[in-house]
């Protein structure tokens, strides 16, 4: 399999995996029943959006790896997901914020993949679009409520969208090498998923009552597998049971 | 958000096929109507359960009190006869 399409697949997979865990990592202490059970479902079609993924690689690997390989045994620098997606929980405010980024995204980026003419790709987008219609809805609502409901709610908000925003611009940016697989078709168009990105973002934020930073500085890396200090906490508690127990089946 | 304040309580019902009437399938609690539809779904409709949801605060349901059931409900126990069980159902007629 070419490494740049391989790439592709693993950005889309490490997106949802890691995300997915911070999400599990939440399971039970959601701040009431519904919330908690919410979350963990989101949680669950990540997981399943990570594993169609990691099954398909495992695939076209011609039998050498099998999908938990592909999930399980690699190393930091080979995970490719963005920064955004391994951001600790934080507060509820933090954790919802850092969704309605990623939802906003996946939304788009399935919108526009579902059109790819890679088959799995668009297969998989046309899936994946119903459950993150459905993710985008809910925390977008969360984030007007959060916006527009006790001034310590507003200010649990401000501060998410503050100190998350700078991992924003990673998910949008493109490797020189990847630029004739959009020309293609293959790939999504990022520039044009970025600006709808934008406009939803803004949407939202104007009606929670929320500001954007200003002259924002953006960092990024884990897709070149460079991660921050939260990715080997991450992958200790993704790995142990794999590491310790290597031949377990469940 | 105190660990009290867990918003309304609201009763669900979901409809499993087209056409069949919405069953009574629990309650859930949410602070307004989107967040009670999208409670529900999460809580109840996860597994195939169904096509439809419709969710009502439950304080607005009316009930009849206990007081009042003897009232209500006791005067139809001896009037059998309200049953059609004394008409021949006609062969062919499974079910009625």
Redesign the interface.
């Known amino acids: 399999m070419e490494a740049g399409i391989q790439n592709y697949y693993l950005e889309i997979a490490d997106n949802a995996f890691i995300l997915s865990h911070r999400l599990s990592e939440n399971c039970s202490k959601g701040?009431?029943?519904?919330?908690d059970?919410?979350c963990t479902?989101v949680a669950l079609d990540l997981i399943g959006l990570a594993e169609a993924v990691y099954v398909e690689l495992s695939k076209r690997s011609s039998g050498t790896l099998s999908s938990d390989d592909i999930a399980y045994r690699r190393d930091e620098s080979d995970y490719l997901n963005c920064l955004l997606t391994e951001q600790p929980n934080g507060d509820f405010a933090q954790l919802m914020t850092r969704q309605f980024f990623m939802d906003a995204y996946y939304y788009y980026l399935f919108t526009d993949l579902t059109d790819s003419s890679d088959t799995f790709l668009s297969a998989l987008s046309a899936k994946s679009l119903k459950e993150v219609t459905?993710h985008l809805?809910?925390s977008s609502?969360w984030m007007i409520?959060f916006g527009n409901g006790t001034e310590v709610s507003k200010e649990k908000a401000q501060q998410a969208v503050n100190s998350l925003w700078k991992y924003t611009n990673e998910l949008f940016e493109v490797s020189d090498n990847s630029r004739e697989m959009v020309e293609s078709g293959v790939f999504a168009n990022n520039q044009k998923i970025q600006s709808l990105w934008k406009q939803k973002v803004d949407e939202i934020l104007f009606l929670s009552n929320l500001k954007k930073p200003e002259n924002p500085v953006f960092i990024s890396g884990g897709k070149a597998g460079r991660h921050g200090e939260n990715m080997g906490f991450i992958l200790t508690e993704i790995q142990f049971l794999p590491n310790r127990y290597p031949e377990a089946k469940w | 958000m105190s660990s009290e304040d867990q918003g309304q309580l609201w009763e669900v019902f979901i409809q499993s096929k087209p056409g069949q009437p919405h069953k009574h399938a629990g309650s859930i609690h949410a602070y307004d109507k989107e967040m009670a539809l999208e409670n529900a779904r999460d809580v109840y409709t996860r597994r195939n359960e169904g096509i439809n949801l419709w969710l009502l605060p439950s304080i607005e349901i009316i009930s009849v009190s206990d007081s009042e059931s003897p009232s209500y409900f006791e005067p139809a126990n001896d009037k059998i006869y309200r049953h059609p069980t004394f008409y021949n159902l006609p062969e062919g007629v499974k079910q009625m």
């Open positions: 701040p009431y029943l519904e919330e059970l919410a479902n459905y809805k809910r609502e409520r």
